[in-house]
């Protein structure tokens, strides 16, 4: 065979090699884009969830349980890093199956009565799947750490498909998602001195927050005991307000 005919043959199969690879990486991508979009609807169904609960409340009962609602999508260094953690190849089928908490939901609520309130409203409607309940308020983590942590499937509905995502939801107090911020922000840092101290009074500032949680709760149900006999223009002035109300 000829030089040339040599560095065609050459060419070609080196230009087939690229191209095959080129595919690969692109599939890749796009298998990777469609399994976070799963997660990203599955964060829109549960906020919307409970955004409608919130609502509800406000309607039926004139106060709103939901402070603010907080969400994220696990970044993919930090997937890819708790895989290797894992000690398992970062396959679709893997993340799938391992990982739960790739759709994040934080719910910020004003009382703690209110977030065993909300999971139970979440947890009994049809399409939510509970796989795991972790309750850190009636068993805090050794630092101090409150909080009720749900992972639990919702079914998300595409255009020909229909497929079960996963998510973890975390409901907790005001008081006690101010804690949990300063306590992750100082426990990265390094070279911290005393840090059995620190760790002690992050603790103690944990179990006074807890106190002044159940404090407020007890005056908020101390104040609903109150019923004060509205008069016929009251009763009819609130009716109105309820109509009022701006759904949008």
């Given at each position: 065979?000829?030089?040339?005919?040599?560095?065609?043959?050459?060419?070609?199969?080196?230009?087939?090699?690229?191209?095959?690879?080129?595919?690969?990486?692109?599939?890749?991508?796009?298998?990777?884009k469609e399994l976070m979009m799963g997660y990203a609807?599955?964060?829109?169904?549960?906020?919307?969830?409970?955004?409608?609960?919130?609502?509800?409340?406000?309607?039926?009962?004139?106060?709103?349980?939901?402070?603010?609602?907080?969400?994220?999508?696990?970044?993919?260094?930090?997937?890819?890093?708790?895989?290797?953690?894992?000690?398992?190849?970062?396959?679709?089928?893997?993340?799938?199956?391992?990982?739960?908490?790739?759709?994040?939901?934080?719910?910020?609520?004003?009382?703690?009565?209110?977030?065993?309130?909300?999971?139970?409203?979440?947890?009994?409607?049809?399409?939510?799947?509970?796989?795991?309940?972790?309750?850190?308020?009636?068993?805090?983590?050794?630092?101090?750490?409150?909080?009720?942590?749900?992972?639990?499937?919702?079914?998300?509905?595409?255009?020909?498909?229909?497929?079960?995502?996963?998510?973890?939801?975390?409901?907790?107090?005001?008081?006690?998602?101010?804690?949990?911020?300063?306590?992750?922000?100082?426990?990265?840092?390094?070279?911290?001195?005393?840090?059995?101290?620190?760790?002690?009074?992050?603790?103690?500032?944990?179990?006074?927050?807890?106190?002044?949680?159940?404090?407020?709760?007890?005056?908020?149900?101390?104040?609903?005991?109150i019923q004060e006999k509205p008069t016929a223009e009251?009763?009819?002035?609130?009716?109105?307000?309820?109509?009022?109300?701006?759904?949008?």
């Amino acid at each position: 065979m000829e030089k040339n005919n040599w560095l065609q043959l050459a060419e070609g199969t080196g230009k087939n090699i690229i191209m095959g690879q080129a595919m690969n990486l692109l599939d890749g991508v796009l298998d990777y884009k469609e399994l976070m979009m799963g997660y990203a609807c599955a964060i829109k169904e549960i906020n919307t969830k409970f955004e409608v609960l919130d609502t509800e409340f406000e309607v039926r009962y004139k106060r709103n349980p939901i402070s603010s609602i907080e969400t994220r999508l696990k970044s993919q260094t930090s997937i890819l890093e708790k895989m290797a953690r894992m000690g398992l190849p970062p396959t679709r089928e893997n993340i799938e199956n391992n990982l739960n908490d790739i759709a994040g939901i934080r719910v910020i609520c004003s009382y703690i009565d209110d977030i065993y309130l909300l999971a139970d409203a979440l947890t009994r409607q049809d399409d939510i799947k509970l796989i795991k309940r972790k309750d850190y308020i009636s068993n805090p983590k050794p630092n101090g750490y409150r909080s009720l942590h749900l992972i639990v499937s919702i079914p998300i509905f595409f255009a020909e498909s229909v497929k079960e995502v996963r998510a973890e939801v975390q409901i907790r107090t005001i008081a006690m998602d101010f804690w949990a911020s300063l306590e992750h922000q100082i426990k990265y840092k390094k070279n911290v001195e005393h840090a059995d101290k620190v760790i002690a009074r992050l603790k103690d500032c944990a179990d006074e927050i807890a106190h002044v949680d159940e404090t407020m709760q007890e005056i908020r149900m101390e104040m609903d005991k109150i019923q004060e006999k509205p008069t016929a223009e009251e009763v009819l002035y609130e009716k109105l307000k309820k109509i009022d109300i701006n759904f949008m």
